[in-house]
């Protein structure tokens, strides 16, 4: 299991995403600590993109890196 580090600038998108759509991403991204094993999940690896992956949620996205530990980047 990985740990995860929220980045500064995506804790306070979150603040402002609405309470039924932020219960979902925070599932969404605790389930990441089993990343890659988490098929059930929406995610894609990026392309010439400054982020790795990207994870969807609703009409949400999260973009994360997965090295030494998971960084959730951006909502």
């Known amino acids: 299991m990985k740990a995860i ?4 600038r995506a804790r306070k998108q979150l603040k402002r995403i609405p309470k039924n759509y ?11 600590k089993r990343f890659p094993e988490c098929h059930d ?3 894609k690896p990026l392309v010439n993109h400054q982020y790795g992956f990207r994870l969807r949620i609703a009409r949400y996205r999260v973009f994360f890196d997965n090295r030494d530990t998971l960084k959730i980047i951006e909502i």
Do not use: A, M, Q, Y
């Open 5 to 8: 580090i929220w980045k500064n």
């Open 22 to 32: 932020r219960v979902k991403i925070l599932e969404g991204v605790f389930s990441l």
């Open 41 to 43: 999940l929406d995610i």
